[in-house]
Protein backbone atom coordinates (compact mmCIF):
# COMPACT_ATOMS: atom_id res chain seq x y z
CA UNK A 1 0.00 0.00 0.00
CA UNK A 2 1.45 2.91 -0.77
CA UNK A 3 0.08 6.41 1.03
CA UNK A 4 -1.12 9.54 -0.94
CA UNK A 5 1.56 12.58 -0.16
CA UNK A 6 0.81 15.55 1.67
CA UNK A 7 0.27 18.47 -0.18
CA UNK A 8 3.51 20.76 1.33
CA UNK A 9 2.16 24.20 2.83
CA UNK A 10 3.52 27.03 0.52
CA UNK A 11 6.80 28.35 2.37
CA UNK A 12 5.89 31.47 4.69
CA UNK A 13 8.04 34.71 3.64
CA UNK A 14 9.73 36.51 6.44
CA UNK A 15 6.87 39.17 6.69
CA UNK A 16 4.18 36.71 6.92
CA UNK A 17 5.80 34.76 9.93
CA UNK A 18 6.49 38.34 11.88
CA UNK A 19 2.71 38.90 11.10
CA UNK A 20 1.74 35.89 12.25
CA UNK A 21 3.88 36.58 15.49
CA UNK A 22 2.01 39.89 16.53
CA UNK A 23 -1.69 38.82 15.40
CA UNK A 24 -2.75 39.58 19.01
CA UNK A 25 -3.71 42.85 20.21
CA UNK A 26 -1.52 43.45 22.70
CA UNK A 27 1.54 42.56 20.59
CA UNK A 28 0.20 44.76 17.61
CA UNK A 29 -0.40 47.37 20.11
CA UNK A 30 3.45 47.46 21.57
CA UNK A 31 4.87 46.16 17.90
CA UNK A 32 3.57 49.39 16.34
CA UNK A 33 4.55 51.31 19.59
CA UNK A 34 8.11 50.70 19.40
CA UNK A 35 8.66 50.50 15.70
CA UNK A 36 6.46 54.23 15.59
CA UNK A 37 9.11 54.95 18.60
CA UNK A 38 12.24 53.37 16.90
CA UNK A 39 11.17 55.27 13.86
CA UNK A 40 10.42 58.80 15.53
CA UNK A 41 13.88 58.54 17.10
CA UNK A 42 16.17 57.94 14.12
CA UNK A 43 14.22 60.73 12.33
CA UNK A 44 14.78 62.73 15.64
CA UNK A 45 18.72 62.19 15.46
CA UNK A 46 18.90 62.66 11.76
CA UNK A 47 16.99 66.16 11.78
CA UNK A 48 18.47 66.77 15.09
CA UNK A 49 22.12 66.61 13.68
CA UNK A 50 21.26 68.01 9.42
CA UNK A 51 19.66 70.77 10.65
CA UNK A 52 20.70 72.66 14.10
CA UNK A 53 19.56 75.98 12.93
CA UNK A 54 15.85 75.02 13.18
CA UNK A 55 16.36 72.20 16.01
CA UNK A 56 18.74 73.29 18.17
CA UNK A 57 17.35 71.06 21.15
CA UNK A 58 17.32 67.46 21.00
CA UNK A 59 13.85 67.63 22.23
CA UNK A 60 12.16 69.35 19.71
CA UNK A 61 13.55 67.14 17.12
CA UNK A 62 11.87 64.64 18.55
CA UNK A 63 8.36 66.41 19.36
CA UNK A 64 8.83 66.78 15.84
CA UNK A 65 9.54 63.73 14.86
CA UNK A 66 6.69 62.27 16.35
CA UNK A 67 4.23 64.56 15.19
CA UNK A 68 5.36 63.66 11.74
CA UNK A 69 5.99 59.71 12.38
CA UNK A 70 2.42 59.42 13.42
CA UNK A 71 1.31 62.02 10.70
CA UNK A 72 -0.30 64.31 13.40
CA UNK A 73 2.01 67.32 11.97
CA UNK A 74 0.88 70.15 14.44
CA UNK A 75 3.15 72.58 12.62
CA UNK A 76 4.52 73.92 15.78
CA UNK A 77 8.20 73.27 14.90
CA UNK A 78 8.96 72.16 10.66
CA UNK A 79 12.21 72.26 9.25
CA UNK A 80 12.85 75.11 7.28
CA UNK A 81 16.18 73.80 5.37
CA UNK A 82 15.77 71.61 2.27
CA UNK A 83 17.78 68.80 3.89
CA UNK A 84 15.44 69.42 6.58
CA UNK A 85 12.03 69.09 4.37
CA UNK A 86 13.40 66.25 2.57
CA UNK A 87 14.45 64.07 6.05
CA UNK A 88 10.62 65.29 7.02
CA UNK A 89 9.47 63.50 3.84
CA UNK A 90 10.63 60.65 3.72
CA UNK A 91 9.96 60.47 7.48
CA UNK A 92 6.22 60.83 6.44
CA UNK A 93 6.23 58.65 3.77
CA UNK A 94 7.73 55.92 5.88
CA UNK A 95 5.42 56.59 8.79
CA UNK A 96 1.86 56.41 6.61
CA UNK A 97 3.27 52.99 4.51
CA UNK A 98 3.95 51.63 8.21
CA UNK A 99 0.88 52.15 9.24
CA UNK A 100 -0.53 50.66 5.88
CA UNK A 101 1.89 47.75 6.28
CA UNK A 102 1.02 46.73 9.26
CA UNK A 103 -2.54 47.28 8.76
CA UNK A 104 -2.85 44.89 5.88
CA UNK A 105 -0.70 42.42 7.73
CA UNK A 106 -3.08 42.03 10.42
CA UNK A 107 -6.37 41.94 8.36
CA UNK A 108 -4.71 39.52 5.85
CA UNK A 109 -3.56 36.90 9.15
CA UNK A 110 -7.46 37.83 10.90
CA UNK A 111 -9.21 36.93 7.71
CA UNK A 112 -6.55 33.53 7.31
CA UNK A 113 -7.50 32.51 10.53
CA UNK A 114 -11.25 32.96 10.23
CA UNK A 115 -11.10 30.95 6.93
CA UNK A 116 -9.74 28.26 8.71
CA UNK A 117 -12.44 27.61 11.57
CA UNK A 118 -15.56 26.38 11.42
CA UNK A 119 -18.27 28.79 10.71
CA UNK A 120 -19.89 29.80 14.24
CA UNK A 121 -23.50 28.78 15.66
CA UNK A 122 -24.74 32.59 14.21
CA UNK A 123 -24.05 31.32 10.96
CA UNK A 124 -25.66 27.78 11.55
CA UNK A 125 -28.37 29.57 13.06
CA UNK A 126 -29.04 31.85 10.29
CA UNK A 127 -29.14 29.24 8.15
CA UNK A 128 -31.20 26.93 9.57
CA UNK A 129 -34.17 30.16 9.72
CA UNK A 130 -33.12 30.53 5.76
CA UNK A 131 -34.83 27.50 5.29
CA UNK A 132 -37.28 27.20 7.43
CA UNK A 133 -38.56 31.04 5.70
CA UNK A 134 -38.22 29.27 2.18
CA UNK A 135 -39.84 26.16 3.70
CA UNK A 136 -42.53 28.61 5.00
CA UNK A 137 -43.09 30.32 1.62
CA UNK A 138 -43.52 27.44 -0.14
CA UNK A 139 -46.11 26.20 2.07
CA UNK A 140 -47.49 29.54 1.33
CA UNK A 141 -47.26 29.57 -2.65
CA UNK A 142 -48.62 25.97 -2.11
CA UNK A 143 -52.29 27.07 -0.61
CA UNK A 144 -52.52 30.17 -3.37
CA UNK A 145 -51.95 27.49 -5.42
CA UNK A 146 -54.86 25.21 -4.05
CA UNK A 147 -57.20 28.69 -3.20
CA UNK A 148 -56.68 29.74 -7.05
CA UNK A 149 -57.93 26.24 -8.42
CA UNK A 150 -60.61 26.00 -5.91
CA UNK A 151 -61.80 29.55 -7.02
CA UNK A 152 -61.40 28.53 -10.56
CA UNK A 153 -59.05 31.26 -11.63
Avoid at 25 to 52: E, P
Amino acid sequence: MSESPTPQRPRETLIERRVRRVADARSVTLGLAMSFLGLAFLGALLIWLLDKHDFASFGDAVWWALQTVTTVGYGDVVPKAGVGRVLGGFEMVLGVSFITFLTAGVTSTILRRAQETTPSADVHAITSGLAEIRKTIAEVDERLANIESKLGT
